[in-house]
């Protein structure tokens, strides 16, 4: 079982990305879906999740600029971010509440995709 996200990069500010991040593997169901992001010399901060129905957070700094939306028919979730700022520059880590066919749920955790933000 894996995550895999994709769809970082560099872009200048007011810019936008759109962040993707599919599980795979013997999935039996997925609950909460998120993204974190790490800036350099900070703790991992919870940006965005939802739920299999579909009901979102969203933290305070992000509110408004990115949504975040999921496929479940595709074990999929993405991060749409828009109006970027430099301080959105950090690693960005997708995450995933699965139960499978080894164990029941628990937390999993993609391998993060850089987001640089230039002012």
């Known amino acids: 079982v894996q995550l895999q996200a994709s769809g970082g990069g560099l872009v200048q500010a007011g810019g936008s990305l759109r962040l993707s991040c599919a599980a795979s593997g013997s999935i039996f169901s997925i609950n909460v879906m998120g993204w974190y992001r790490q800036a350099p010399r900070k703790g991992r901060e919870l940006v965005a999740s939802?739920?299999?129905?579909?009901?979102?957070y969203y933290a305070d700094s992000v509110k408004g600029r990115f949504t975040i939306s999921r496929d479940n028919a595709k074990n999929t979730v993405y991060l749409q971010m828009i109006n970027l700022e430099p301080e959105d520059t950090a690693v960005y880590y997708c995450?995933?509440?699965?139960?499978?066919?080894?164990?029941?749920?628990?937390?999993?955790w993609g391998q993060g995709t850089q987001v640089t933000v230039s002012s």
């Open positions: 939802i739920s299999y129905g579909a009901s979102t």
């Open positions: 995450s995933a509440d699965m139960s499978t066919a080894g164990s029941f749920y628990r937390e999993y």
